[in-house]
């Protein structure tokens, strides 16, 4: 299944159809707590034509990973590694030098088996589900 930057307005719409269905619908984020301003502005990408998104946020030398979600049908499948991993690759070819993202607590050792390391205490982020600061050198 090919992942790739969303660089088109029906690609980056169908990134933000997963992310509803997944975070709003399943999870109950509140709407609110789940768009944001960066939204407009980072690298959205897209896993086949809806399996599966995430999104890179510039900060500084650090690719800031978010977002990253699978629909159920494409979980248990190794999808949600492969879009990651080509995060990474692809933040380290344009330049960065270090991800991070917070994960949700459940989550953590996906991450760590991609090379990340939990940092600090566990904390609300306003949706209700605890999250850990998460860094990886690439």
């Known amino acids: ?9 029906a690609a980056r719409q169908a990134c933000f159809d997963i992310r509803r ?4 619908e399943e999870q109950q984020i509140p709407e609110a707590e789940e768009w944001d301003a960066d939204d407009a502005t ?10 599966g998104t ?10 800031k990973i978010g977002r990253v ?7 248990g499948t190794g999808l949600g590694a492969r879009i990651m991993q080509t995060l990474m690759e692809d933040a380290k070819a344009r330049g960065f030098t270090a991800a991070e993202l917070e ?14 390391v939990a940092e600090g205490p ?14 990886a050198k690439l």
């Open 122 to 135: 566990d904390y609300d982020d306003g949706s209700g589900i605890l999250h850990r600061l998460m860094r």
């Open 103 to 116: 994960s949700q607590v459940y989550a953590i050792a996906f991450y760590e088996r991609l090379g990340f």
């Open 1 to 9: 299944m090919k992942i790739a930057l969303a660089d088109t307005d």
């Open 54 to 63: 995430a999104r890179v946020i510039p900060r500084g030398d650090t690719a």
């Open 69 to 75: 979600a699978v629909m159920k049908a494409h979980r």
């Open 21 to 24: 269905a997944v975070f709003i």
């Open 42 to 51: 980072c690298l959205h990408y897209l896993a086949g034509d809806g399996a």
